[in-house]
């Protein structure tokens, strides 16, 4: 379903970008191989259309929606990482402090 969403800003992180999310989407194509036919289902990729600019860091809608739509940082995906390396006794911030 397509719903409003507030995700994280690409660029400065704070939740604070008003966006519309669409999910991914499950469709199926039928191919016929030899007499056989076989169902294929495949997922359309989730999508977010950005609606406003960000009050912290003053990036703007087409910042933003570049940003998310080449990926340039998932924040989910550096979350994940962060979590990692703090599991791996590895603390991002000391590291960066320390060079
Ligand atoms: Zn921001």
């Known amino acids: 379903m397509v719903e409003k969403r507030i995700i994280e800003c690409p660029f400065c992180g704070k939740l604070s970008v ?20 076989s169902t294929q289902f495949y997922k359309t990729k989730e999508k977010y259309e950005v609606q406003s600019s960000c009050p912290n ?11 998310l739509d080449e990926g340039k940082r998932d924040p989910e995906k550096d979350k994940k990482i962060l979590k990692r390396l703090k599991e791996q006794g590895l603390d991002f911030t000391t590291i960066k402090t320390k060079f």
């Not at 860091?57 to 940003?67: L, T, Y």
């Open 18 to 37: 008003d966006c519309i999310y669409f999910p991914p989407v499950l469709q199926t194509t039928v191919t016929r191989v030899s007499a056989k036919t």
């Open 57 to 67: 860091c003053g990036k703007s809608v087409k910042e933003i929606q570049k940003a």
